[in-house]
Nanobody
Framework: QLRLVESGGGLVQPGGSLRLSCAAS????????MGWFRQAPGKEREGVAC????????YYEDSVKGRFTMSSDNAKSTVYLQMNSLNPEDTAVYYC?????????????????????WGKGALVIVSS
């Protein structure tokens, strides 16, 4: 059973930056595809960024392209989501997710039905 623990959420002003971290209880991230999903109040959960650590293949949802960057550190079994130029529409609970194997990262992000493991979430509030 893979455990995912998010950290780094909080309150940030519009235009600001925040970095989320997700620590995974595994010796290597190469056995998984990793993703960040978010759920805003009253909205469905959506995938914002997905990554296959073993080859670096990455997918970003259109609204975050150029602002968010997902990365991984295999030595620390941790993935990150660097979020820049934040706006109030980015306010949501952000969930770390993992899929066993090497799925297509776009497919992983578009539908969360393939996700095998979820973190408990980190709240991000963008407000002045």
């Amino acid at each position: 059973q893979l455990r995912l623990v998010e950290s780094g959420g909080g309150l940030v002003q519009p235009g600001g930056s925040l970095r989320l971290s997700c620590a995974a209880s595994t010796r290597t991230l190469d056995d998984y595809a990793m993703g960040w999903f978010r759920q805003a109040p009253g909205k469905e959960r959506e995938g914002v960024a997905c990554l296959r650590p073993y080859d670096g293949s990455t997918y970003y949802e259109d609204s975050v392209k150029g602002r968010f960057t997902m990365s991984s550190d295999n030595a620390k079994s941790t993935v990150y989501l660097q979020m820049n130029s934040l706006n109030p529409e980015d306010t949501a609970v952000y969930y770390c997710a993992a899929v066993r194997g090497s799925p297509n990262v776009e497919a992983m992000c578009i539908t969360d039905s393939t996700v095998d493991y979820w973190g408990k979430g980190a709240l991000v509030i963008v407000s002045s």
